[in-house]
Structures are given as C-alpha cells and as structure tokens.
C-alpha cells in the first residue's frame, strides 16, 4: 500500500487543520473520514487488501473541499482512516466481543451499528468485509482513542469554541461521502439515487434555515438534494450541534458515483467539475452566514439560561 496516497512514514500530526489567512466567516469544515494513511502496524493486523481496506474510506472529500482556505473557511481533517478508528462515533460505541479480553464493561446493549461491525473500532468495510482473522488486543483502543480519536475531538472543540468567540455563533459543515449501491437497493430510491443528503438530526442539531439555504443552494446546481433520509446524521453532527446555544451543524452526504470510480477507488474525468460544485456550495454557504447572522444567533429561554 506505499503509494503517494499511503506513505510508509508516520504523519506529523493525527489532525490537520487547513487555515486560511484571514477566518471570513463563522463556517468550519471537517472531513474526519477522508484519511488514507494506514500504519504499518495495522495493516500486519488486517487480512484486507489495499483496495477492500479503502471501501469505508470517504475517499477525495477532502480534495472536494480544498478550496475552502481560499475562501476564508477553516478544514479540519485526519489522515487516519475510518477502519482504523471511526471519529464519527462515540467513545463507547465498542463491540467487546472483537478483543481478546473484555475492554470496558458493557451495561447496556450494543447500539446496531456496532452490532454490525461498524462501532469506534470498526470490524468491517463495505457490504460487511471482516478486516481482522484474529480479536485484537484490547489496548487497541486505548492507543488508537489516544493517538488519534482525543486529538481530533479536543481540537474539533478549540477551533468551533474559537469561532463561537469570536462571531457569538458557528456553523459545522461535517462532510462525507456516500456508497451509491445501498441506494439503489432501497426500493425508495431505484428510480434515481440522491447526489447529495443533507442531516441535521431531524432538526436539531441546526437552524432549519440553515438547512434550507444548503437544500436550494445545492439544488440549484442541478443536483438532487432530499434531508435527513437515510443519513440524518452522525456522532460529530450529533455532538456539536446545539443551537440554542449558538453551535450549529450539518452533516454532508455527497454520491461517490458522482466524482469516482467506486470499484476502484479512483476519482472521474468529472472530479473537477463536482469539486468546483462543492466549492460554490460552501462560498454560499459562508454567504448566506454572513447575510443572515440571525439565524445562528443563540436562542436561549429562561430554563435553557439557568442549566
């Protein structure tokens, strides 16, 4: 796997934030599953190849949104991939039974996700690929929550509380991509998939205006845009979104068919042509922001003022 997309080297840092040189905006994009560097260590580990390995990769979303330094907005990435831990999930989201000893003691029962292999350590990638032929250690999890998983949830906070400071309000924009098969084997969507899906957890984790301007911005594009089905958002979108208080989040679900070969994991002739949709998309999203600073703005009643 040593391409220029997987150096045999360890990264500098477990996050990467891309600053622009001057914040225009209370906007900061994240892309916390667009990592491809996979450690050596963990590779010896999977019985997976490079390409079965990079199936829950949100593979080129953070070269989707590379423009946004230029346009004053902040990107917040990992190099880390998802299959080797999943910052999009809660600490606890661990499936006891993928250890050779029980790593924490497990009270309540396993949410679905996990029981399908796809907790904070995921079991598997793709249509249910097993990524291990042996249960791992259980200090996995504390290396790889230390390593990368703390790291990335600490700075994701210091850089929204920053903008928060700074503005009295902040907009998350947590981008993804999608696998296009699951789609098309709903019955709802074998008419045509969605090209993109916006979440905001069924209207709570951002202002239903907000949610608005990112549906009509994106359709008018050309694209086919529907909310909150079926992704209506992860854990970070979950998380960090709190209006009433002034934190704001959206979760982006963008088609992989529409900017690469999903097989092989190889961008399209056509990558550039979505990557400058995308580009329009958060410059309007900034726009919008900065002409309605009222719809961020926090909405605090006495009960919520005195919790």
């Known amino acids: 796997m040593g391409d220029q997309n997987h150096p045999e080297t360890a990264p500098l840092e477990a996050v990467s934030l891309s600053s622009p040189d001057q914040v225009s905006a209370p906007v900061l994009v ?13 590779r010896a580990l999977s019985v997976l190849g490079e390409r079965d390995l990079r199936r ?14 230029r346009l004053g907005l902040p990107v917040l990435s990992t190099p880390y991939p998802r299959a080797y831990i999943d ?7 661990i499936d006891p039974e993928m250890f050779l000893s029980p790593p924490v003691p497990i009270h309540a029962p396993l949410a679905d996700r ?10 598997v990638v793709g249509a249910g690929i097993a990524i291990y032929g042996q249960r791992l250690p259980a200090e996995a999890i504390t290396e ?28 998350l924009l947590d981008m993804h991509s999608m696998p296009s098969a699951p789609l098309k084997a709903t019955k709802r969507w074998r008419r045509g998939t969605p090209d993109v899906i916006i979440g905001d957890a069924h209207g709570t984790s951002a202002s239903g205006r907000l949610s608005d301007a990112a549906v009509e911005i994106l359709t ?4 086919t845009v529907t909310r909150n089905e079926p992704y209506a958002g992860g854990y970070i979108t979950r998380r960090y979104g709190a209006p009433k208080h002034g934190f704001h989040s959206l979760q982006i679900e963008i088609n992989r068919s ?12 056509r990558f550039g042509v979505i990557k400058d949709m ?11 922001v900065d002409a309605n600073p009222q719809v961020l703005e926090p909405r605090l009643g006495l009960r919520d003022a005195a919790e």
């Open 30 to 42: 994240s892309s916390p599953h667009s990592g491809r560097w996979y450690p050596p260590a963990f």
């Open 56 to 69: 829950s990769e949100d593979a080129f979303v953070d070269r989707l949104v590379a423009a946004a330094p």
């Open 87 to 93: 910052v999009n999930r809660s600490a606890d989201e």
């Open 114 to 123: 996990v029981q399908a292999g796809l907790g904070l350590i995921p079991r």
């Open 144 to 171: 790889r929550i230390e390593e990368v998983y703390r790291p990335y949830h600490e700075r994701l906070t210091e850089e929204l509380t920053k903008l928060k400071s700074s503005f009295g309000h902040v907009l």
């Open 220 to 223: 008018a594009t050309g694209l």
């Open 258 to 269: 529409l900017y690469m070969d999903e097989r092989h994991v190889k961008a399209l002739p």
């Open 278 to 288: 995308v580009t329009r998309f958060l410059g309007s999203m900034r726009d919008f």
